[in-house]
């Protein structure tokens, strides 16, 4: 397991500890310093009730008169002391607070921001559920014990100073003390180890519950639909049972433990009672002094917890740490590089695929990546449109995806004006490329923000020539607040087509030299999917054709292309215009009728959106 062994854990969580105070040594100093002034204070105060007792009270009940003066003065002192303390405390919870929650917010930013930079192979293999326990409850569980870390060490401090005056007390009293404190220690440290695996489990079943619920949440069409409703529920009453379980396990051994702290300085008190009255007797100490070392005893037992929390608290830390740090290590970032192509221009951008060989990362690390392109060669020239075809699978998503570099090939090169996208910055490839997929992804926002992205010269004419392109123009002008409409999950709810054309409205506005359409128009009907093909090639605008990419299955979209790519299991099979294809090549010619039977059910049973053709904006919407 990867929270290791209950023996190095101890190490391992002191090592996080350190990692906090190196990264936030200020506010650390201003904590611990509260709380070592506090410690000393502790001391103080018990020598001076001491004193209290032993010169003043004691005098008193057998002279039967008080020495105003000292009491007055001994008064003073212990009000000085509890200023001090408040001082002291002050500082200590400021600054703990202080520290505890920048360290998550740090920890939680990059964390999150370590996922955008990620591969999409890696979110592959990583569930929602599990991202949002790291950036959550993983991050507040590395940090957890800093809150009590200033107060613990801050007790450290007490303790040696506590021991000192001890032997400048008295040695026997002193040994009771050498006994008591590291007993109390060592108690902690047996607690800690055996809370270790239990902490761990009660952490990773946190985020699976989690994890089950985000996926039933998110599921939940498909979970009502198929009736599943039972099992779902029965399958996160199972693991939240788990959890239940384990917590109560982490419960039971603080049960046992928790008198144990509690009891021994305790004991402690006893045993200095004991030993001090005898050494009372033998002279060897006077009554202040045994009033204050017993005082001592009883206000150090509260403290000393603190390093006991600290410990605690350690097993779960180290969990959520390996957790968080896991998510920091991943390598696997695709780093890009310093070239930029010329920023000015905006003639359509020539893409190449040169000799690219394709797998994806195995599941398991052990096992070969399937291939899924093998020397996949093609060129997009500037201006023209080239349809990509072929059967389910047979790696068209893949070459798009390489192609707006959001994987890297294995083998060979993928080009943009002859550059290869991975020496190109990020801002040059954004500025340059842009990909609409298949599956819409709409924000809970406006429809403005949506298709503006916040993005510099992206004001509302560029987002209405850019619905316009994608016929979107007609539909948004009619929504309650036009360009102001809610739109996204809770928001007005859009038909899958008007999502696909709002999420190409959306990469339109940034006038992309190269687009590439990966299926993206599959709900919206034939005759709008080609108008919107017809016009980016040739914008109404006069501005320049941006080049285009797009996988396609309908006749009337692949004919308007200048070239058809057909693809068969992860190899360029043959190429040519749609009508020299059809006439040579007996699988396209199969696929493409094919694909036209199935649409004319599709369209028999009325499937598309909006089923009045052209002009845009007259169409109506089911
Ligand atoms: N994230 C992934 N991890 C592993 N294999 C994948 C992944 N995505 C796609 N594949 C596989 O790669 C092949 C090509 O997939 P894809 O490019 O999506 O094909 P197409 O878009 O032509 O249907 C398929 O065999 C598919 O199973
Ligand atoms: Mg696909």
Redesign the pocket.
Known sequence: MASGTSRDVLGRGLWVLGRAIREQPRIFAVAVSGSVLFGLLVIASAYVVGAVVGDVVVPAVERGEVAGGALALAATALFGISVLRVVGIFGRRLGAGYMQYRLQAAYRRRVTRRYLDLP??WH?RNSTGTLLSNANSDVEAAWYPIAPLPFAVGTLVMLVGAVASLFFTDWALALVGLAVFPALFALNVVYSRRMAPRQARAQRLRAEVSGIAHESFDGALVVKTMGREAQETARFASRAGDLRDALISVGRLRGVFDPMLETLPSLGTLAVLVVGAIRLRQGAISVTELVSVAFLFTVLAFPVRAIGWVLAELPRSVAGWDRVRRVLDSTGEMPYGTTTLDPATREPATLAFDDVHFA??PAEAHLPG?Q?LGAVTFTVPAGKTVALV????????????LAVRLVDPGAGRVTLDGVDVRELTAASLAGTVALVAQVPFVFDDTVRANIALDREGVGDDEVWAALRLAEADGFVAALPDGLDTMVGERGTSLSGGQRQRLTLARALAGRPRLLVL??ATSAVDPRVEAAILAGLRAPADGGAPASILV?AYRRATIALADEVIY?EQ?RVVARGTHTELLTTVPGYADLVTAYEQAEQEREQNRTYDEVTPLPSGLEVDR
């Open positions: 999409l192979a592959h994806y990362e399937a899924v072929g059967p389910t699978g047979a790696g068209k998503s893949t070459i798009a995806s990966d299926d996988v693809v992860g």
